[in-house]
């Protein structure tokens, strides 16, 4: 992992609660399931219809029909279970899931999310992702703060095909944490050895920084 990916996993973990179901998105979310200390009792979910992932294989212990949604070969906890997409998405719809960690494109201010498509690039289909906002008790999403060209990707209003509206409970970045509440976005926390200046200087999206952040900073 990047430096960069490595501080948003870290951070990411700690969302997941003992006792907790939760569905890792394709992408960067898939990696939090080699950290979850052992300890926790967690059951990773994947839509294409499996209950209690593992983390990645060791090289050479693959099993090629152990996959996640994201295709990627996986293993499985003791008390793992198996069935197919329909009971997969029952699960979701039906409010089941605690917590969906999804990767993200786009964020704007309003806690819209883009992530499931580029227009102009091919995509094997929609996912998971549209049911997953929809079903899930909690969203949280984690990217990076910017793209590859530099250019932020929280922002006032999104550019892209939109995966859902007003659906992120927590935005989990490389540079920062915020809160999507009734009065905007809220940052709660900046990642280690940023301040808030930067993250205003990369992000688009106005925001508003929490009193408990604000007097951290002053001591």
Excluded at 10 to 38: F, H, S, W, Y
Excluded at 54 to 83: C, H, M, R, W
Excluded at 104 to 131: F, H, Q, T, Y
Excluded at 165 to 177: S, W
């Amino acid at each position: 992992m990047s430096d960069a990916r490595e501080a948003i996993v870290r951070r990411a973990v700690l969302e997941i609660k003992d006792g907790m179901a939760v569905n890792l998105g394709i992408g960067i979310p898939t990696l939090i399931a080699g950290i979850i200390p052992p300890e926790c009792n967690v059951l990773l979910h994947s839509e294409n219809g499996l209950l209690g992932l593992g983390p990645y294989p060791q090289e050479g212990s693959e099993d090629p029909d152990l996959i996640n949604a994201g295709k990627e070969t996986v293993t499985v906890v003791e008390g793992a279970s198996y069935f197919d997409s329909a009971e997969s998405f029952a699960m979701i719809r039906g409010g089941h899931i605690d917590l969906a960690i999804l990767g993200g494109m786009e964020v704007s201010v309003r806690g819209d999310l883009a992530n499931w498509m580029i227009p102009g690039k091919m995509i094997k289909g929609m996912g998971g992702a549209m049911d997953l906002v929809n079903g899930a008790r909690r969203i949280v999403v984690i990217m990076e703060h910017v793209n590859k060209h530099g250019e932020p990707k929280i922002k006032r209003e999104c550019s892209l095909p939109l995966t859902g509206t007003r659906v992120v409970d927590r935005l989990i970045t490389d540079l920062a944490v915020f809160d999507f509440t009734e009065e905007g976005m809220v940052l709660i926390e900046t990642q280690q050895g940023v301040d808030v200046e930067e993250i205003r200087h990369k992000t688009e999206a106005p925001f508003r920084v929490s009193p408990a952040l604000a007097s951290r900073a002053s001591e």
